[in-house]
């Protein structure tokens, strides 16, 4: 291997933990879909949240990225009532993205972290919490849920993230 490989290799390395990427993979999923909308932002997401601890669910803001509403139903977020009067049909949705050539249709060789809040939130959610895998190199998106991952996964490593 000539010393360029080896600096292409590293580059294509590196941009799997780029958070920059992932943002792209968020944005090219929501793109995808008619009835998601991004997380929102600012006043419009503390709405969505006390809606949410109205009905005794309590999540972080980072515990997903986008949310999902049917066609049909009309949700104000800046009127916390309107949220409330429809919270049981909007489904939050975490995306993990991949460009890795390995990962495969069925998205095995696709390694990815979830975290304690996004955990927490597939809890207190059940079936109103998905989790959309996203192939950025085929397009191809897997919706699933956080139990079905942790039962499908090949390993698992826990860690500890702390901020000094």
């Known amino acids: 291997m000539n010393p360029q ?3 292409d290799l590293k580059k294509k ?7 920059e990427n992932g943002a792209k993979g968020e944005i090219a ?25 109205q009905t005794g669910i309590v999540i972080k803001r980072s515990s997903f990225d986008a949310i999902s509403i ?5 949700i ?22 991949a460009n890795q050539e390995r990962v495969k249709e069925d998205f095995s060789g696709f390694f990815f972290a979830l975290t304690e809040s996004e955990i927490s939130a597939a809890e207190q959610l059940g079936d109103r919490h998905r989790v959309a895998l ?8 897997v919706m699933t849920s956080v139990s079905e991952i942790v039962s499908r996964s090949k390993s698992m490593t826990w860690q500890v993230s702390v901020q000094l």
């Not at 390395?13 to 958070?19: D, E, G, S, T, V």
């Not at 996203?134 to 998106?141: H, R």
Request: glycine share 2%; net charge negative.
């Open 134 to 141: 996203f192939n950025k190199i085929t397009s191809q998106m």
């Open 70 to 74: 049917p066609s049909n139903t009309q």
């Open 29 to 53: 999923s929501i793109q995808a879909n008619d009835d998601w909308i991004p997380r929102p932002k600012g006043q419009q997401l503390k709405n969505l949240l006390e809606a949410l601890e």
């Open 76 to 97: 104000d977020l800046n009127d916390i009532e309107s949220i409330v009067k429809s919270i049981l049909d909007i489904t939050f949705i975490e995306i993990k993205s």
């Open 5 to 7: 490989e080896v600096i």
């Open 13 to 19: 390395h590196l941009l799997r933990f780029a958070n």
